[in-house]
């Protein structure tokens, strides 16, 4: 799930500042977005940062999120464990979806 936002940063091919367009990829609700490419509006100069660094980055929060997920889930299972075993089936099909969606988002073009 990409994130764009608009703001006012300087350019340093126009040399001055003006609106640029910042597209983030990642998952943003758990914090974990990375900025992916800067653009311009006046030039349409486009500063895209590596992917490779980026899964990198990516790759280390994985990690921490999947030794992570046991604490998580013993805190859901305390709170309510009616909803919990509810909504674990679906939550087994999705987030592997999920994980990919974020990864392809990340490496693609």
């Not at 992916?36 to 999120?65: F, H, M, N, P």
């Amino acid at each position: 799930m990409g994130i764009i936002l608009k703001g006012k940063l300087y350019c340093l091919y126009c040399q001055k500042e003006t609106s640029h367009t910042l597209t983030y990829a990642g998952h943003p609700l758990s914090g974990e977005s990375y900025l992916r490419k800067i653009r311009c509006e006046d030039c349409k100069t486009v500063i895209e940062l590596d992917r490779i660094k980026i899964l990198e980055l990516y790759g280390k929060q994985i990690v921490k999120r999947l030794l992570t997920k046991p604490v998580r889930l013993t805190k859901e299972i305390r709170v309510d464990l009616t909803n919990f075993i509810k909504s674990l089936p679906i939550r087994i099909i999705t987030k592997s979806y999920r994980t990919a969606k974020e990864v392809l988002e990340i490496i693609k073009d």
